[in-house]
């Protein structure tokens, strides 16, 4: 297939009318009558066979609903959708960002060095290297002491400022791996445009122990320059000088002139490239705060983490294949079922950011209603997701999750080591990560198999109670283990959903690396703040709803509450 005809999107055939679509659409009104009681009755096997294995992950995806034939059938879709050769013109450099006309070269970032990627003559690996050297350096001068801020003291504080890609992924991977952090630093993430946000995150600091790291790919993000502009307000009036600025802020941006503007100088500039999205910039400078946390040695092994997952989504057979089996199915349930939502179910408390992350990557992402080609979709494209860390998730929704009338695909994900295996004083367990991950099992097993109506009686309920009682199961869940919560797992982890992302993205043959629909609310934010701020209130041209709104807000805000 040539390299223009999958760019432009102009092939394959409509997804719908698709053989293999088809299929499916068929196939699923056989097994969308089957209960997985039933699958694992007709299977003694099934939970030994339906995984798979790669960086550190077991998947356990038994507990779906699908049999042999819905695997090689949505496989078929895969391959129909020409999603070998799109991974492969992912891992190559191609526009594969067709709308921007930009490659999606995040597997750059993690790619180790010495290997070679050209990209329109540059060695991109090698740039990669460079900079990752330089976050290296600057973070060990941090973690050492030897960078110290203007007044002479030792750097305390680390505040990162950024929004979106500039603070999901450092903030969520920072509280992921706190467990391997220095502690003598404390770390502050800053994304929201309300001035709540740098006011409590600065409250109590000291400027002159205290470093901002300003992290934008454009550097033109009204969040964060806003945020940028107040730190740097609050920096200069506590050392009351303007050269301070220099030993207390550093950025993370593409954009050199946009930050030599905000005034800070070329060596406290660590870059990347127009070719890592913001959501998938984790492993970029984007990553600074997080390698001056746990440190460039720590970092480098979680990049290597990315890496095994990538060669893995890379090189693995489809049917064995983690990233292309979670999309697949993710399409299984969105596009066959109607499952409008996915949650994601960490059962570890480091990890309590990871579906705030995973919202942001997948729909920002897949987020689309027109194809490659701009033709409108006449399918679903992306679950919302959402979810929490275990157990809190337990007594707040997973009620709707057994008995609500949703039907919502959840992936569990777990350790079998926890970092912290000592019982605290007074715990009823020897080793409380047991009885975490008693839920995390139990869970799963319950949202399968449910409770039958003849169980409820069995155990002596009352007849009027039985229905309320009941627990039909045959919710669908994967399971995601691995050892420990280590660096190379969260990278891996995160890896993992970036391909099963872009897999889903191959399968609604969208543009998985654009982010147009954010546009339209940016400019009218605009042109609506400067009416906000004019001094004479201007004659409003917004609908009738939005006038309203907004001279109520004017009037409110000069009476004294
Ligand atoms: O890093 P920047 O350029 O400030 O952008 C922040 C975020 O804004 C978006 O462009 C839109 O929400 C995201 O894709 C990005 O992560």
């Not at 502009?229 to 802020?249: I, K």
């Not at 109670?465 to 420990?484: C, K, M």
């Not at 982010?515 to 605009?526: D, R, S």
Request: proline share 4%; net charge neutral; with cysteine.
């Amino acid at each position: 297939m040539s390299r223009t005809f999958l760019l432009v999107g102009a092939t394959p055939p409509p997804l719908t009318s698709r053989r293999a679509w088809k299929a499916l659409a068929e196939h699923h009104r056989v097994i969308g009558a089957l209960h997985l009681r039933q699958l694992f009755a007709d299977d003694a096997r099934r939970g030994e066979r339906l995984n798979a294995e790669a960086a550190g992950w077991y998947l356990d995806y038994s507990k779906n609903r699908i049999n042999d034939e819905t695997l090689r059938l949505l496989l078929a879709l895969g391959d129909s959708s020409g999603l070998r050769e799109r991974i492969d013109a992912m891992f190559r450099g191609d526009p594969v960002n067709t709308t921007e006309q930009r490659a999606a070269l995040h597997t750059a970032l993690r790619a180790p060095a010495g290997t070679q990627l050209r990209v329109a003559g540059i060695d991109v690996i090698a740039e990669v290297q460079t900079v990752l050297g330089r976050m290296a350096a600057f973070a060990d001068a941090l973690r050492g002491g030897q960078w110290l801020g203007y007044t002479g003291k030792r750097i305390r504080n680390i505040v990162n400022i950024g929004i979106g890609g500039s603070d999901l992924g450092p903030a969520m991977a920072y509280k992921a791996l706190r467990h391997y952090s220095q502690r003598e630093l404390h770390f502050r993430f800053v994304s929201n445009l309300d001035a709540t946000a740098l006011v409590e995150a600065t409250r109590g600091l000291d400027a002159a122990e205290t470093l901002f790291i300003v992290c934008s790919k454009t550097f033109t993000t009204l969040e964060t320059l806003t945020n940028g502009h107040a730190a740097r307000t609050w920096c200069v009036a506590q050392l009351g000088d303007e050269r301070a600025v220099a030993r207390h802020f550093a950025a993370v941006s593409t954009n050199a002139e946009g930050v030599a503007r905000f005034g800070i100088a070329p060596a406290q500039m660590f870059g990347f490239w127009d070719w890592v999205g913001g959501r998938y910039s984790v492993d970029s400078a984007i990553g600074l705060s997080l390698m001056i946390a746990i440190g460039p040695e720590q970092f480098r092994a979680m990049l290597a983490g990315f890496h095994a997952m990538d060669t893995h989504f890379h090189s693995a057979p489809f049917g064995r294949n983690l990233p292309v089996l979670l999309g697949l199915l993710a399409v299984w349930y969105t596009n066959f079922f109607n499952a409008q939502t996915q949650a994601v179910l960490p059962y570890d408390q480091y990890l309590q950011r990871l579906p705030a992350y995973l919202q942001q990557l997948t729909m920002e992402s897949n987020g689309k209603q027109v194809t490659l080609a701009g033709m409108r979709v006449n399918y679903a494209t992306s679950p919302i997701v959402w979810g929490e860390a275990g157990t809190n998730g337990q007594h707040s929704f997973y009620q709707l999750l057994h008995q609500g009338t949703a039907l919502v695909p959840c992936d569990f994900i777990g350790f079998c080591q926890g970092l912290h295996p000592q019982a605290l004083e007074g715990s009823q367990s020897d080793d409380p990560h047991n009885l975490l991950m008693a839920n995390f099992f139990a869970q799963t097993e319950a949202l399968a198999f449910g409770k039958t109506a003849a169980q409820v009686r069995a155990e002596g309920t009352a007849d009027k109670l039985v229905p309320h009682r009941v627990l039909e199961g045959n919710r669908p869940s994967n399971t995601l283990l691995a050892q420990q919560l280590t660096p190379g797992a969260l990278g891996a982890l995160v890896a993992l959903y970036e391909h099963s992302v872009f897999t889903q993205g191959v399968i609604w043959n969208i543009d998985s690396f654009d982010q147009w629909g954010v546009e339209l609310g940016k400019a009218l934010a605009n042109q609506t703040a400067a009416e906000l701020a004019s001094v004479h209130a201007p004659a409003l041209e917004h609908d009738s709803s939005t006038n309203t709104l907004m001279r109520r807000y004017q009037r409110l805000r000069q009476e004294s509450p």
